[in-house]
C-alpha cells in the first residue's frame, strides 16, 4: 500500500512540474502575442495588462506599411527606420535561412557519411569538427568582416548564406552521423551484394531510413539560422536586413514601439510552426532514432 501511495504522490508531483515547465515555456509567447494586440498605452501599463480590453491590429499594420514622412501612427518621429516595411526582412530571412540550411544539410549528409562508414580523417576529426562551433562567433567577426570584404560578400545573399552554412554545418554533421551510425552496416552490405556500388548503398538504403533525423536536424538548423543576429547584423549594411536585425528597428524618440516589435515576434514563428507541423510525423521518428538496433 505504501508503495502505490508513493508512486501515486509522485505521478502527482511529475504533473505538476510538467505543468509549470509548459507554462514557463509558453509563457514568452503568450505575452508576445498579447503585447502584439495591446494598443500602446498598455505597453508597459502598471499594473500589466494580461488580457488587452480592446485588441488592436495597428501594430501589424505597421508591419508592412511604408509610414510617410518618418512619421508613426502615433505622430511620433521613428529612428533607427522603422517605417521601412518588414515584408523585406521576412523575405531576407527566408532565403538566407533556408538556403543556409539546405547547403548545411547537404554538408552534414555527405561529411555524415565519410566519418561514421569510412573513418574519415581518423578518430579525432569529429571533434576537431565540433571544436569549429565551440568558437564564439564573435570571435571570428573580425577576420570575416576583412575576408568579405576584399571577397566583396559584404551585405549581400551569397556572403550571409555562405557564413550561416559554415557555422551551423558541424551541428549538422554530428547530427546525422548520430543517425547513420545507428543503422547496421549490414544493411549496406546486402545491397552491395545485391549489384548496389558503396555509395548507392549510402544514399538508396541509409539515407532513406534517416530521412525523419535528416528533417528533425534540418527544422534545428533552421532555426538557428532564421534566428541568427550577429552576422545579420555586422555583415550587412541596409540592403540586407533580416527579421532579427529588424526587430531592433522599432523606437522612437519617445520609446521603444514594443507592439510593432512584438507583432514582428508573432510572423517570425508563424513560418517555423508551419514547417513543424508539416513534417510532425517525421519529427516523432528522427528524435527517438533509437529504435533500429544491431
Not at 57 to 82: D, H, P, R, S
Amino acid at each position: 500500500m505504501s508503495e502505490q501511495f508513493i508512486e501515486k504522490k509522485l505521478g502527482i508531483f511529475g504533473y505538476c512540474v510538467i505543468i509549470l515547465a509548459l507554462i514557463f515555456t509558453l509563457f514568452p509567447i503568450y505575452w508576445m502575442i498579447s503585447t502584439s494586440l495591446k494598443p500602446q498605452v498598455d505597453w508597459i501599463a502598471t499594473p500589466p495588462v494580461w488580457i488587452p480590453e480592446r485588441a488592436v491590429i495597428e501594430n501589424y499594420q505597421v508591419l508592412f506599411m511604408e509610414v510617410k514622412k518618418e512619421y508613426g501612427t502615433a505622430g511620433t518621429e521613428w529612428i533607427g527606420g522603422a517605417f521601412i516595411p518588414a515584408s523585406g526582412s521576412i523575405l531576407s530571412s527566408a532565403i538566407t535561412a533556408g538556403f543556409g540550411t539546405l547547403f548545411s544539410i547537404i554538408i552534414g549528409i555527405l561529411a555524415a557519411f565519410g566519418i561514421s562508414r569510412h573513418k574519415m580523417g581518423g578518430p579525432s576529426f569529429p571533434l576537431m569538427i565540433l571544436m569549429i562551433r565551440m568558437i564564439p562567433p564573435v570571435v571570428s567577426i573580425i577576420p570575416l568582416i576583412v575576408l568579405y570584404s576584399n571577397l566583396r560578400l559584404i551585405d549581400t545573399y551569397q556572403g550571409l548564406i555562405i557564413a550561416y552554412t559554415l557555422f551551423t554545418a558541424p551541428y549538422s554533421i554530428w547530427m546525422i552521423k548520430s543517425f547513420i551510425d545507428d543503422v547496421p552496416r549490414e544493411l549496406e552490405e546486402v545491397g552491395i551484394a545485391e549489384g548496389l556500388t558503396q555509395l548507392e548503398a549510402h544514399f538508396k538504403i541509409t539515407l532513406p531510413l534517416i530521412k525523419g533525423g535528416v528533417i528533425a536536424t534540418a527544422l534545428f538548423l533552421l532555426i538557428l539560422n532564421w534566428s541568427e543576429f550577429l552576422f545579420a547584423l555586422v555583415l550587412t549594411h541596409g540592403n540586407i536586413v533580416t527579421i532579427p536585425v529588424q526587430e531592433t528597428r522599432y523606437f522612437t524618440y519617445s520609446g521603444v514601439q514594443y507592439g510593432p516589435q512584438a507583432a514582428l515576434g508573432v510572423v517570425a514563428i508563424i513560418p517555423l510552426f508551419i514547417f513543424g507541423f508539416f513534417i510532425q510525423k517525421y519529427l516523432a521518428r528522427g528524435l527517438t532514432f533509437g529504435a533500429i538496433k544491431r
